[in-house]
Structure formats: structure tokens, C-alpha cells
């Protein structure tokens, strides 16, 4: 099991555009959640999902969007990129809330 | 409003000496609070969470509710030891979401 994978690695946009980053929950797994972070700082949640659907927001606005497919992986989606939106996008994984989330290695987002 | 705090962003300490990494929170209500940890090149990963009281790799925390606190300490720090550390709580239920603090770098000195 490779564990909570999560692609791209690193990505470079400009404002305005859009970005999707994707993540593959640990084997077993059945709820994703997303969290920012930028540098210097603790992660940022930015939502969960489970069973398809969002089940809890953080303080993110509606440019940051969300998907969760049948086979439990997800992604991200950033509309309308702004620079301050550059940062560390890490997926955690887990059976349910209540146990341990798994963190993936995180994609870099840059936007210039 | 749910918050949690770090007070030092960089703590440094001689390998052998006991280390204590500070966390205080807001919450109305009982959280449960958590530990992670992330290495070098490595994931951030759970250290320990209060609930299951064990001792990983020689660290404690211990909650504190008339204080608000759940300080990390181990009593004789390694060179490994030396890391990110991000304190956390959620709330108990299924749709609570994670509040992480800004982390503490403990560096060991050899």
C-alpha cells in the first residue's frame, strides 16, 4: 500500500486560472479532507468529504471546490487563482473522522 | 472561536534535556486533541492523541482543561527527536474539522 498518494507534485499557474489537484486515499480509506497550507503555517482545513459528499467546511470561499469519487479518491478544485493561493495543498485520509488521518505528501501550488 | 496556539516557533535543546513543547486552545466544549509530528522529507503523521494516553517514541502530553493547555514533553530529547511539530483538536463528533497550530521546529543539539 503506497499510502495517501497525490498528483501533481509541483505546479506553477497564473492568476486567474484554474487548478485541479487530485488524491488517492490509503487502502481502506473511505473519507478525504484537504487542508492548505502556506508557508510558515499549520495546515488550513478546507473541507471533507465522505460518501461523495461534503461533509464539513472550513473557512474557504466558494472558489475552492471539491469532488469525491466512488472509488473514494478526490479532488480539489481552485477557480479564479489569486497569488495568495500559493501554498502547500495536503490530502488526509481515513476510515472516519474519528481515526487516525493519513497525510499524503501534498502538491506545491505557485501562482504567479 | 476554536483556536489553537504554539507560542514558540523555534525551540532548540541539547540532546539529553528534557523538552516541552507548549500548546494552549480554544474550544467551547471537550475537544480531542492531537499531536503531529513531520520529519525531514517526510509526511506529517500522528504522534499521539490524548484519548489513547500512550507514550509514542518517549513523548507525553498531558491535558490540561483548567488551563486550556496539552503540552508535549519528553524527558530526554534525541538528535531524531528533532522536527515540526503541530499541535491539533477537533471535536468529537463525525463532522468536527481538524484546527492545527501554527507547529513549533525543535531542533536537538548533538
Known amino acids: 500500500d503506497a499510502g495517501v498518494t497525490q498528483s501533481p507534485t509541483h505546479l506553477i499557474k497564473t492568476r486567474g486560472q484554474q487548478v485541479t489537484l487530485r488524491c488517492s486515499p490509503k487502502s481502506g480509506h473511505d473519507t478525504v479532507s484537504w487542508y492548505q497550507q502556506a508557508l510558515g503555517q499549520g495546515p488550513q482545513f478546507i473541507f471533507q468529504y465522505y460518501e461523495e459528499e461534503e461533509r464539513q467546511r472550513g473557512n474557504f470561499p466558494d472558489r475552492f471546490s471539491g469532488h469525491q469519487f466512488p472509488n473514494y479518491s478526490s479532488e480539489l478544485n481552485v477557480n479564479a487563482l489569486l497569488l495568495g493561493d500559493s501554498a502547500l495543498y495536503l490530502c488526509a485520509s481515513s476510515r472516519d473522522q474519528q481515526e487516525t488521518q493519513y497525510f499524503g505528501p501534498g502538491t506545491r501550488l505557485l501562482v504567479l | 472561536a476554536q483556536r489553537v496556539t504554539q507560542p514558540e516557533k523555534l525551540l532548540s535543546v541539547f540532546k539529553g534535556a528534557p523538552v516541552e513543547l507548549k500548546c494552549n486552545y480554544s474550544y467551547s466544549g471537550s475537544p480531542e486533541l492531537f499531536w503531529y509530528v513531520q520529519y525531514s522529507r517526510q509526511r506529517l503523521q500522528l504522534l499521539l492523541r490524548?484519548?489513547s494516553r500512550e507514550s509514542i517514541k518517549g513523548f507525553t502530553a498531558d491535558l490540561n482543561k483548567g488551563e486550556t493547555s496539552f503540552h508535549l514533553k519528553k524527558p530526554f530529547a534525541q538528535e531524531e527527536d528533532s522536527a515540526m511539530y503541530y499541535c491539533?483538536?477537533?471535536?468529537?463528533?463525525?463532522?468536527?474539522?481538524?484546527?492545527f497550530g501554527p507547529g513549533t521546529s525543535l531542533s536537538v543539539i548533538p
Open positions: 491539533a483538536l477537533s471535536g468529537k463528533t463525525s463532522y468536527d474539522k481538524v484546527i
Open positions: 490524548h484519548i
